[in-house]
């Protein structure tokens, strides 16, 4: 959808929501460079590690003042960040569904086949999913219904039916996550704005709740509550008034996105998420595509080397095959964050800096260890941070997940095998 009418579209939802690579530029990594009066400095010194806010300042200082105006023939230096856990705390996602299923705002699928909200769904969980919940009604009654919430959940979360069949298969490991993907073709019927009107009531509800809050779906307890951080919040501002492009790109659905987002002074027109198709302004289950995945297909995410293909798409205006390939260094984002082996191919796709939140995930925190370049930056979550991961990480073995999601070593761009890394960043 063009970036305008997105923009116009979210308006009244934003009101609510306020409440190994070669080529890699030098400029954007020099730490020689002092911060000057006239360039932002990041306000918050708290729950940053070691040297990696000097090294964030010295890349603002870096760019400083590039406001189109010379040099890339007038582009802003980008910054891409994830989202859940990234920027904030928790899963946007999972606060979304939770809501959803509360308050009964899931609709049926069509004519009671669950084949048709994900082409990758298993015919044991289509089944599961059948036998659960009813069929003749015009949205599911999950805030009631233990059994169909539960097998939703249960779908999503674990990937698998609560009598423990696989939910999912078929699939390239590397460009969809299908449970993320399932979420979005959840929505099948609402219109975008009822969307965003459902993830600002969540927003709004995971806000107010304590910190470590729970609440009850179905028969589980699951986590009600989410925080930004202020640290990123920080460092969005700063790297905006810095002259930088920032963008948000996420495994959410892009409606949900949009209400958080705006948190951090990120718009609609800079937020990327999972974006369905739609009909007579409603969604489908069906989903847009990237590269050489088209519209329907429902193969390419954002997610992993989906995030590639959509951050060369929307924000670098690359498209067609070449959007699945890795662009020249003066092309690509200068700083990105993330926190998961999700984000793995887009942080590697950056000049300057990469910023990693250490959730001890395997090939992730392989790359960020083994930081061959020198530009891997890796800091604590700044919310209750994870313990210190007493044994390596399988870097060598099976920290690596291939398309058909075998595990296997994690390689540098030469094919060389990265070792084991030890985790030393709590």
């Known amino acids: ?9 979210a308006t009244a939802a934003l009101a609510l929501a306020t409440t190994g690579l070669t080529g890699l530029t030098t400029t954007a990594s020099a730490h020689t460079t002092a911060p000057t009066a006239a360039c932002p400095t990041l306000k918050i010194s708290a729950g940053w590690y070691g040297d990696n806010k000097a090294r964030i300042e010295r890349l603002i200082a870096d760019h400083c003042g590039h406001r189109g105006d010379k040099g890339d023939k007038g582009r802003k230096p980008v910054a891409v960040f994830d989202w859940d856990n990234t920027v904030i705390k928790n899963d946007v996602g999972d606060a979304t569904l939770y809501w959803l299923l509360r308050n009964d705002r899931i609709k049926p699928p069509r004519h009671g086949d669950w084949t048709t909200t994900s082409r990758w769904l298993t015919p044991e969980a289509a089944g599961a999913l059948a036998a659960a919940c009813p069929t003749g009604v015009r949205t599911l009654p999950t805030a009631t219904d233990t059994g169909c919430a539960d097998e939703i959940l249960s779908v999503y979360g674990k990937g698998a039916t609560t009598g423990g069949e696989a939910a999912f298969a078929g699939y390239d490991h590397r460009r969809i996550e ?6 979005a073709q959840l929505l099948h019927g609402w219109t975008a704005r009822q969307v965003r009107s459902f993830a600002a009531a969540a927003r709004a509800e995971n806000l107010a709740a304590p910190q470590g809050a729970t609440q009850q779906v179905g028969s589980a307890q699951v986590t009600g509550w989410v925080r930004y951080y202020d640290q ?3 460092l969005i501002r700063a790297l905006r008034d810095g002259g930088f492009d920032v963008w948000i790109v996420s495994a959410s659905p892009e409606p949900v996105v949009d209400v958080w987002a705006a948190g951090v002074g990120v718009g609609p027109s800079h937020a990327v998420g999972i974006r369905n198709t739609t009909e007579d302004g409603r969604l489908t289950s069906h989903l847009k595509g990237c590269g050489t995945v088209r519209d329907g297909e429902d193969a390419m995410i954002t997610y992993i080397d989906g995030k590639r293909c959509w951050i060369n798409q929307e924000i670098l205006g690359v498209h067609g095959p070449a959007a699945e390939r890795v662009q020249p260094a003066a092309r690509r984002q200068v700083f990105a964050a993330g926190d998961s082996d999700t984000d793995v191919t887009f942080l590697r796709d950056a000049t300057g800096l990469r910023l990693v939140l250490n959730r ?9 260890y083994e930081n061959g370049d020198g530009r891997w930056l890796v ?8 313990k ?6 399988p870097c060598a073995t099976t920290g690596y997940t291939a398309t058909d999601g075998t595990a296997g070593p994690v390689r540098r761009a030469d094919g060389s095998v990265v070792p084991d890394q030890q985790d030393s960043v709590y």
Request: net charge positive.
């Open 1 to 9: 959808m063009n970036s305008k009418l997105r923009t116009s579209a």
């Open 178 to 183: 299908p449970a993320y993907a399932w979420l």
């Open 232 to 234: 990123q919040r920080d």
């Open 360 to 368: 001890n995930k395997n090939e992730l925190m392989c790359r960020a």
């Open 379 to 386: 800091n604590p979550m700044f919310i209750e941070p994870k």
């Open 388 to 393: 210190q991961k007493t044994s390596p990480y």
